[in-house]
């Protein structure tokens, strides 16, 4: 039996797991951690890091041993997977010139603007050119001793193999990538930019070489089996694959890597990536472009916003129960809620609500703030409410959309996976009508990212050159439900949809109202 080793480093926990040459998670641990503010900055201790990836492995290891009967010693690949973007900087001699600042902060909205013009492209503010961007104009002293930067899974990668390489896809947090390297014509600009401001470095010196999904990306040494194995037991010399980001094992775990398919994931917030058939015309600060671990583009929208309101709502409703002495599990509760929402009337009772608990950039909103409107003739009813927050969940994705649609972009399925599916039907159904398209939720979703990056491991030690084959293959027996929106949804979105275009103004208005 091969024994494939998949650990990703998400934003609230370490997560790894073993699978089989079939794709089978056969083991698993996790690690639980969280970031902190250090400086007025979001960070993770790199200790912490390297402790998690230690402590989520013995779980595994542990729970390999009392289902196998034996220790773990050897593995055949390994991978590694992390949030994306981020800024790691680091000297010649490897030290930390900087604590990690990770996806979340937003102190670059300036340094974004000023690149996205200047490279007539979206550079979003988490990126890691845009943290260096600011580093440089704010004249930060550790700028001039740089001698690598790093994402996540970068760094812990060249860690356990030595290796400085990147997948394609987390890469793509870094500086704009064509054709599966990142973009010359780009790099000359914005290195002809630093030199006027002082800095004679040129950017790409500084970067992890991008590789694509299939290649070598090293071996596992025996200082890296020592950092994953506190034991000493694991031996050295595991394949390891192109380390990558939490989007690109996202679009693995759910198959979704070619031309006009999509996967969205829906909980907390939302994130929809579309990969593209050709590029978009132009550049939108709406639209992120990142890559499939194949080298695909792929458009990607994002709110801020997604079950929050839903799940304040529901704790209100099981309050209200709760005073007539009744005790209705909450999973039941949202089951019942939801389900309730398909009796809702065509015009959704002329109710609409915004979800906004922060502020909504494609929404043009900079602060939160939760609204819900209904025309003096509307018809309020349980039906109608649980309908509006349904669609208020994923309200934010169409305005995004709408570019897409402006740029004929067509979507042919979309994978689905995030709180928002649980209860069958009702969250897909929704989606569907949203982006006009087949939404699919397979069994296997919950595994994660771990088991994405796991599954690049596989492919590389097969040395694999067509993912999408490689993927319809590892997930042909997996158990799947779809839903097809009727036109009747579809219209009662569109009305929806409609009305809650028109509210946005009085939205922002009272965001900034508010906030003031």
Known sequence: MKKILGIELGSTRI?????????????????????????????YPLGK???????????????????????????????ISAMMHGYLAFDKDGNLLAPFRTWR???????????????????PMRW???????????????VNKIAHLYTLSGYVHYMLSGERVLGVNDASGMFPIKNGEYDREKLEIFNAHLSSLGVKTKFETLLPRPLLAGECAGHLTDEGARLLDKSGKLRAGALMCPPEGDMGTGMIATNSVMPKTANVSSGTSVNLCVVLERPLKKYYPEVDIVETPDGHDVAMLHANNCTNEINEWVSLFSEVL??????????????????????????????????????????????????????????????????????????ALSLGMDILDGENIKISSVMAHGGFYKTDFVGQNATSALLG????????????????????????????????????????????????????????????????????????????????
């Not at 997560?15 to 900055?41: F, H, M, Q, R």
């Not at 902060?105 to 550079?123: D, G, K, V």
């Open 15 to 43: 997560k790894a797991v073993l699978c089989d040459e079939k794709g089978k998670v056969i083991a698993s641990g996790i690690y639980e951690w969280e970031n902190i503010l250090t400086g007025g900055l979001w960070s």
């Open 49 to 79: 890091a390297f402790e998690g990836l230690a402590e989520s492995y013995a779980a595994l290891a542990a729970d390999y041993r009392s289902k196998f009967g034996e220790d773990l010693t050897t593995l055949d690949a390994v991978g």
């Open 105 to 123: 902060n937003t102190n670059t909205a300036e340094a974004s603007a000023t690149l996205s013009e200047m490279l007539n492209f979206h550079i």
């Open 128 to 142: 890691s050119v845009s943290q260096y961007y600011k580093s440089v104009t704010d004249k930060l002293p550790h």
């Open 322 to 395: 709760s005073l007539f002495g009744a005790d209705v599990p909450r999973g039941e509760l949202f089951t019942k809620l939801f389900q309730k929402s398909l009796e809702s009337d065509p015009d959704v009772g002329s109710n609409v609500g915004y979800n906004f608990l922060a502020g909504e950039p494609v929404a043009g909103t900079e602060n939160g703030m939760l609204m819900t409107l209904r025309a003096p003739d509307g018809k309020l009813t349980l039906a109608n409410f649980m309908q509006m927050q349904i669609y208020s969940a994923v309200a």
């Open 437 to 516: 398209a087949p939404v699919t939720v397979m069994k296997t979703a919950g595994e994660g990212g771990a088991w994405g990056v796991a599954l690049l491991a596989l492919f590389a030690l097969e040395k694999g050159r067509d993912l999408p084959a490689f993927l319809d293959r590892i997930f042909e027996s997996t158990e799947k439900s779809t839903v097809t929106a009727s036109d009747a949804e579809k219209s009662k979105l569109a009305r929806y949809m409609a009305l809650y275009k028109s509210g946005l103004k009085a939205e922002k208005t009272a965001s900034e109202d508010v906030h003031a």
